[in-house]
């Protein structure tokens, strides 16, 4: 069986094979599969390969992808079932590199039918007449991904189809099938069709699915058509809307083969992995993106999520979704970006004087419990302190802090801010014993750069004002450290 370019993957993509008729489609050896059999067979490829099956998706290695898995080796069409923010949308979309690289269709057919196999009426006709000589096209694996996000407008049209008045009105007959519009199920024929928060979608438009589920077909109005679908139906949905926004009607979860949980990163590894994955951070004047956001904030900013989604003030039905995470990384690093515009520092590095000021901007993305109506903000403030001890003690709990300590042995204080310099900070604390071995902790180079040096500084700070060991005083936007 010949698949052209089946196993190529990644952006870049290989030319479109030189094939343009069916007789010269045959004579390559290419036979015709279904999407879910033409999945399976890449799916068994990969496993056997050991090569990434879902690129960019962190965290679901051992629970969700294991499911997934077996759902698309045994051709069942599937639901997502998370909270919100959990990678449902970008685990969908990454089926599509499970598909081979190029596809044939009939040139210029809509629903994208198979020459080998043409479905809808059109293409029947030409391949009665044109026989081998039938116009043979490429479609890439990239454009057979159909997508909707399903709202309580969504039409039988929309999804389905519907008859053109445009058609109509050139002198076809309304019994004529060709005067059929499709809608975007079947224009995603022999391909991959998402449908996101299913239960959002009116109960009497779910019922148009049922046959695209079981029976693959589709029927428009009172058109005599049967038009035999070739596709993979991959939805998701949250566990709340099944209660509070809508359900999804019993005969349709009945259709799909499998139903998989979702879930927020189980292990801090991931969060951290998937921060800095998806933390959309432009470079600073060719200065690689991500000295920007040192290590330990971003270790800060994912023990925040975690206590912020573990927190009883927080309802956990609704969840605190990756983009939370994503966001204050985000905005930490804009924050220092801003600070280097306005001193002149010549690369931003983010530092704890950073994340308070993120936490404002936050709140929208989090729903919190009734009873705690008016202390968003402090349940926010005290949970940010909270993970900024428990990286301290988990970075720099051991080491060695006598040097830090000695601007203050003598009464001395060391003011800190969003505005304040990376050398501005330094030179208050003058030279530190030890500061390296700090810094090679919390994995930066040493101290070739004022930015990360002061990072490392004002977070040691920060540690020890939290454990205690010095004391803080807040005006305005700067902190001032005291013993």
Wanted: net charge negative.
């Amino acid at each position: 069986m010949v698949h052209p370019h089946s196993q190529a993957s990644g952006d870049a993509r290989s030319p479109a094979p030189g094939i343009t008729t069916l007789g010269e489609l045959r004579a390559s050896g290419h036979r015709y599969e279904t999407v879910k059999e033409e999945l399976r067979r890449n799916l068994l490829t990969r496993l056997r390969s050991g090569e990434q099956r879902f690129p960019g998706i962190v965290g679901f290695d051992e629970t969700v992808l294991p499911h997934l898995e077996r759902a698309l080796l045994a051709g069942h069409d599937t639901i997502l079932l998370g909270e919100r923010g959990q990678g449902k949308t970008r685990l969908i979309r990454t089926l599509t590199e499970l598909l081979d690289e190029w596809s044939p269709v009939v040139t210029g057919c809509e629903i994208n039918d198979h020459p080998s196999q043409p479905a809808c009426a059109r293409c029947r006709r030409l391949a009665a007449e044109q026989g081998d000589g039938l116009s043979v096209s490429w479609r890439h694996r990239s454009e057979r991904y159909g997508e909707k996000l399903a709202t309580p407008d969504t039409s039988v049209g929309d999804l389905i189809g519907d008859v053109d008045p445009v058609k109509v009105a050139e002198g076809r007959t309304l019994g004529d099938p060709e005067t059929i519009h499709f809608g975007l199920v079947p224009r995603t024929n022999r391909g991959v069709f998402s449908l996101n928060e299913l239960p959002d979608l009116a109960e009497r438009i779910q019922v148009a699915l049922l046959n695209v589920l079981e029976e693959r077909d589709i029927g428009v109005r009172g058109y005599a058509l049967r038009l035999p679908l070739d596709i993979v139906l991959i939805a998701s949905a949250n566990p709340e809307d099944y209660t509070n926004r809508g359900r999804i009607i019993t005969p349709l979860k009945d259709r799909f083969g499998a139903e998989i949980r979702t879930h927020y990163p189980l292990d801090l590894s991931h969060e951290l992995g998937l921060i800095r994955q998806e933390a959309g951070i432009a470079a600073w004047d060719g200065h690689d993106a991500a000295s920007q956001l040192p290590d330990h904030l971003v270790e800060i900013i994912a023990r925040f999520t975690r206590l912020v989604r573990a927190s009883p003030a927080i309802d956990s039905r609704s969840g605190v979704s990756a983009r939370f995470a994503i966001a204050a990384a985000e905005s930490a690093a804009a924050s220092a970006v801003r600070r280097a515009a306005l001193t002149g520092e010549s690369q931003p590095v983010a530092r704890i004087c950073d994340l308070p000021a993120t936490v404002p901007t936050l709140r929208g993305k989090v729903e919190f419990e009734v009873s705690e109506e008016g202390r968003e903000q402090e349940i926010l403030e005290h949970l940010l302190r909270r993970a900024i001890a428990d990286t301290f003690r988990a970075r720099l709990g051991s080491a060695d802090m006598s040097g830090l300590l000695t601007p203050f042995a003598e009464g001395g204080t060391v003011e800190s801010g969003d505005l304040v310099a990376a050398s501005d900070l330094l030179g208050r604390m003058g030279e530190v014993p030890g500061l390296a071995r700090i810094m090679d902790r919390l994995g930066m180079d040493g101290g070739e750069s004022p930015g990360e040096a002061a990072a490392a500084v004002e977070f040691a700070l920060e540690g020890l004002y939290l454990m205690r060991r010095l004391s803080k005083d807040v005006v305005g936007g700067s902190s001032v450290y005291r013993t």
